[in-house]
Nanobody
Framework: QVQLVESGGGSVQAGGSLRLSCAAS????????MRWVRQPPGKGREGVAF???????EYADSVKGRFTISKDNAKNTLYLEMNSLKPEDTAMYYCAARGPSDPDYKIWGQGTQVIVSS
């Protein structure tokens, strides 16, 4: 069974930085797209950023200019570099992946918590 494992979350003050990692149990070359999604306390999930083959990354307006999504195929890992963090970035962060024939993201990690204090 394919697994995604997130890490790198934690508590940080506003203005700080964190780098989230999402390690896959298989080669991420198998995935067509990968994404980061977050769920703030008491709210629904929202897309943060995604990256697909042969296209440029896309970001939610709320994180543009502050977050960067990237992947290292050699390490089978997806990253989310988060800078200038704000209290409203506090959430559980999940990574997800979908294959080229999948209409939706079927593979999800268990999440990593990010807490930003003011």
């Amino acid at each position: 069974q394919v697994q995604l494992v997130e890490s790198g979350g934690g508590s940080v003050q506003a203005g700080g930085s964190l780098r989230l990692s999402c390690a896959a149990s298989i080669s991420i070359n198998n995935f067509y797209c990968m994404r980061w999604v977050r769920q703030p306390p008491g709210k629904g999930r929202e897309g943060v950023a995604f990256i697909c083959d042969m296209s440029t990354p896309e970001y939610a307006d709320s994180v543009k200019g502050r977050f960067t999504i990237s992947k290292d195929n050699a390490k089978n890992t997806l990253y989310l570099e988060m800078n200038s963090l704000k209290p409203e970035d506090t959430a559980m962060y999940y990574c997800a992946a979908r294959g080229p024939s999948d209409p939706d993201y079927k593979i999800w990690g268990q999440g990593t918590q990010v807490i930003v204090s003011s």
